[in-house]
Every structure is written in structure tokens, then in C-alpha cells.
């Protein structure tokens, strides 16, 4: 089973700049998957970025990517050149690679101040 | 990409009916979908795994008989929550994993029970 761990409850950030949101995970699996989704206040689930445990380099997606610390069992969102749609709640979710069932971690509300 | 489709959105109940939430995957089959509850501004958790063709298995402290699964196609899974009760009230969102490992979500049934 894992456990996904996000600390912080909100983030600010100001437009353009770029926002590091925390996450880190505790699993015994030798394989698993590691994804952020965005969930905007209709509750619809976006899928953001997915790093493979065995992905030699960190995922990036656009104005995404993920800081995959193996050793740290770290996996940070990375969001650069923040924009006012990106105010949400982020979720940091882990899940066996094979199956698709996730654990998700608490959230982290993101706010973009123009 | 993958899509999954989740109806009604919104639902408001009379205390003691039950209501009936549809998850489907549009382009392609899902032997296995996953049911989420979520509490406003909180984790989604995990209810209980739907099983094409077999029962559903169902998370810790999740009562069966309240929330019924059904995946009676490849392409179909339901809950149905029965005798409804306001502390049921909440947001309701089905995912199912596809081939590539990412797990696509439905756009959630918000559940008022009055």
C-alpha cells in the first residue's frame, strides 16, 4: 500500500512566477507510478504529469514537470510561468503501474494572485 | 485521449430514496473502475474497486449494502446509494485505468441528500 503526503494546505504564488508543490510517498512496491491531477472547483479530475519509478529522467508536460527524488521519495510539481487558470486544488496521487488504483494525498490549494 | 464519462453531475434526493450514479468509458473497455467519495476540500477516498463481470471489493469501513456496485459491461460500472441520508451528501467520481497506466476520471456526481 502507499501513503502520499502533502504538507502544505495552500500555496501562494504570483502570475509568471513559477510554484514548487510538495509531495512525498511511502510505498514498499518495487514498480509504481507517481501523478499530479488539477481539480478547478467543478471537481473535474485533470491529469497533469506521471513519473514512473523506473523513468531514468523527471516527466515534464508544458509548463509542468516533476522533480522525482528517488532517494528522498520525493515527488514535487513544478509549475512555471504560473497563470490565473492554474488556481485549483492540486491532488499528488501513487499507485501500483499495473492497476491504476491511487492513493491520493490531502491537496494543496494553489492561488494565483494577479 | 481516454474518456470517461460520469452521470448525473449533480443529484438532490429525498432522505430514504436511493439514487443511481453511471460511469462509463466511452473509447474503450475498463475490466476494472474505481469509485471515490470526496468531502468538500478533502482527499479523494477510495470506496471500493468495480469488477466487470464479479463483485465489487470494497474499502475498509465502506458498508455494502449502502453503496451498491454494479459493472455489469465492459464499458459500465454504477453505485447506487440506497436509502439515502444526508450524512451520504457528497462528491461521488469514478476513474478507470487504461493501458497506459493513467487512470481517467469521470466528472464527478455531486449528491445532495435533503
Known amino acids: 500500500a502507499q501513503k502520499i503526503t502533502q504538507t502544505q494546505p495552500g500555496m501562494f504564488v504570483q502570475e509568471k512566477e513559477a510554484v514548487t508543490l510538495d509531495c512525498t510517498y511511502d510505498t514498499s512496491d518495487p514498480s509504481y507510478g507517481l501523478f499530479w491531477y488539477k481539480q478547478p472547483s467543478s471537481g473535474e479530475m485533470i491529469f497533469l504529469i506521471y513519473?514512473?519509478?523506473?523513468?531514468?529522467q523527471n516527466a515534464t508536460e508544458g509548463r509542468y514537470s516533476l522533480n522525482f527524488q528517488k532517494a528522498r521519495k520525493s515527488a514535487n510539481l513544478v509549475i512555471s510561468a504560473s497563470q490565473l487558470g492554474d488556481s485549483a486544488m492540486y491532488f499528488c496521487a501513487g499507485g501500483d503501474t499495473s492497476y491504476g488504483k491511487l492513493t491520493f494525498g490531502q491537496g494543496t490549494i494553489l492561488t494565483v494572485h494577479p | 485521449g481516454a474518456v470517461v464519462s460520469q452521470h448525473p453531475s449533480r443529484v438532490i434526493c429525498k432522505s430514504g430514496t436511493s439514487v443511481k450514479i453511471e460511469c462509463r468509458s466511452l473509447?474503450?473497455?475498463?475490466?476494472?473502475m474505481f469509485w471515490y467519495r470526496q468531502f468538500p476540500k478533502k482527499s479523494l477516498m477510495l470506496m471500493a474497486t468495480s469488477n466487470e463481470g464479479s463483485k465489487a471489493t470494497y474499502e475498509q469501513g465502506v458498508e455494502k449494502d449502502k453503496f451498491l456496485i454494479n459493472h455489469a459491461s465492459l464499458t459500465l460500472s454504477t453505485l447506487t446509494v440506497t436509502s439515502a441520508h444526508p450524512e451520504d451528501s457528497s462528491f461521488y467520481i469514478c476513474?478507470?485505468?487504461?493501458?497506459?497506466?493513467?487512470?481517467?476520471f469521470g466528472q464527478g456526481t455531486r449528491l445532495t441528500v435533503v
Open positions: 473509447d474503450f473497455q475498463a475490466t476494472t
Open positions: 513519473q514512473g519509478s523506473y523513468d531514468q
Open positions: 476513474s478507470a485505468p487504461t493501458a497506459n497506466t493513467e487512470a481517467f
